[in-house]
Antibody, heavy 117, light 110 residues
Framework: EVQLVQSGAEVKKPGESLRISCQGSGYSFTNHWITWVRQRPGKGLEWMGAIDPSDSQTNYGPSFQGHVTISSDKSVNTAYLQWSSLKASDTAMYYC??????????WGQGTLVTVSP | QSVLTQSPSASGTPGQRVTISCSGSSSNIGSNSVNWYQQLPGTAPKLLMYSNSQRPSGVPDRFSGSKSGTSVSLAISGLQSEDEADYYCAAWDDSLHGVVFGGGTKLTVL
């Protein structure tokens, strides 16, 4: 069974760093890109970017380039999304999903990130 | 403001047919296929339709998709209470070199 399991909820202060994870199982991890999607409270879905776990090639959405870093470690079948300095506006639910273009049929359960003083 | 445009809301009564539309441009819907997602309250989005009109395994045939030019539509026939959810369209955008989503349509079953 294909599964994407994300790390747990985080509560951080502005200026702190953070890395959240998405571990794939049930399939060949390096055969499918992983996409990250943001959903702010009460708002719609936003495509942040994607990574090819086979060679760590990345592609970022214009609004997210330079603000987040997407990485992966194929030895542990895990993709990561990280911030070096969080802002209150980063408060959101973050989903990982399989797929290089529009996300496909497999999504993680989501990781809630709350940034508050 | 989303690159793909959806009506914020739609509604229908049980058994009715409802259509949700999504409009874009030549750089996204006009040249690439569209996926639709259903998001039930408090849950992760679920792939409802891919390649404009293909249903993943397990999606009832009450759901259908179509594309014309730079617009796509999602039709739900025989509306049921469990269809009450947010629906999003998405497509690759050749100009932005990334995926763009619609703003979402909240479907209410009256």
């Amino acid at each position: 069974e294909v599964q994407l399991v994300q790390s747990g909820a985080e509560v951080k202060k502005p200026g702190e760093s953070l890395r959240i994870s998405c571990q794939g199982s049930g399939y060949s991890f390096t055969n499918h890109w992983i996409t990250w999607v943001r959903q702010r409270p009460g708002k719609g879905l936003e495509w942040m970017g994607a990574i090819d776990p086979s060679d760590s090639q990345t592609n970022y959405g214009p609004s997210f380039q330079g603000h987040v870093t997407i990485s992966s470690d194929k030895s542990v079948n895990t993709a990561y999304l990280q911030w070096s300095s969080l802002k209150a506006s980063d408060t959101a639910m973050y989903y990982c999903a399989r797929g290089s273009g529009s996300p496909g049929g497999y999504w993680g359960q989501g990781t809630l990130v709350t940034v508050s003083p | 403001q989303s690159v793909l445009t959806q009506s914020p809301s739609a509604s229908g009564t049980p058994g009715q047919r409802v259509t949700i539309s999504c409009s874009g441009s030549s750089s996204n819907i006009g040249s690439n296929s569209v996926n639709w997602y259903q998001q039930l309250p408090g849950t992760a989005p679920k792939l409802l339709m891919y390649s404009n009109s293909q249903r993943p395994s397990g999606v009832p045939d009450r759901f259908s998709g179509s594309k014309s030019g730079t617009s796509v539509s999602l039709a739900i026939s025989g509306l049921q209470s469990e269809d009450e959810a947010d629906y999003y369209c998405a497509a690759w955008d050749d100009s932005l070199h990334g995926v763009v989503f619609g703003g979402g349509t909240k479907l209410t079953v009256l």
